[in-house]
Nanobody, 125 residues
Framework: EVQLVESGGGLVQAGGSLRLSCAASGFSFADYAIGWFRQAPGKGREGVSCIDSSDGATYYADSVKGRFTISSDYAKNTGFLQMNSLKPEDMAVYYC??????????????????WGQGTQVTVSS
């Protein structure tokens, strides 16, 4: 059974940090790009960051560049999203997903093959 399980969300003050994790089972991280998406109440889904395991390339939405860092531990089939200098506008449910490699550069244009259940990130001002 394929599963993606996010963890690490929570409540943090503006300017603080959180590290999200995404543990995969039933497939290999190395066979997919791993993307992080978020959805805030009343807003559409937004691609936040993606890592292409075929070449290690990383991609970030302009809104998080310089503050978020994506990484993967392929031996543990686990992905991470380090989020620093959090802002109230970062508040959302964050999801990790497995995409085809070509989906990483245009995250919002591709429908992932697999999704996690999401983890809530709340940023207080």
């Amino acid at each position: 059974e394929v599963q993606l399980v996010e963890s690490g969300g929570g409540l943090v003050q503006a300017g603080g940090s959180l590290r999200l994790s995404c543990a995969a089972s039933g497939f290999s991280f190395a066979d997919y790009a791993i993307g992080w998406f978020r959805q805030a109440p009343g807003k559409g889904r937004e691609g936040v960051s993606c890592i292409d395991s075929s070449d290690g390339a990383t991609y970030y939405a302009d809104s998080v560049k310089g503050r978020f860092t994506i990484s993967s531990d392929y031996a543990k089939n686990t992905g991470f999203l380090q989020m620093n200098s959090l802002k109230p506008e970062d508040m959302a449910v964050y999801y990790c997903a497995a995409l085809p490699f070509e989906g990483c550069i245009a995250q919002d244009a591709y429908e992932p093959d697999y999704w996690g259940q999401g983890t809530q990130v709340t940023v207080s001002s």
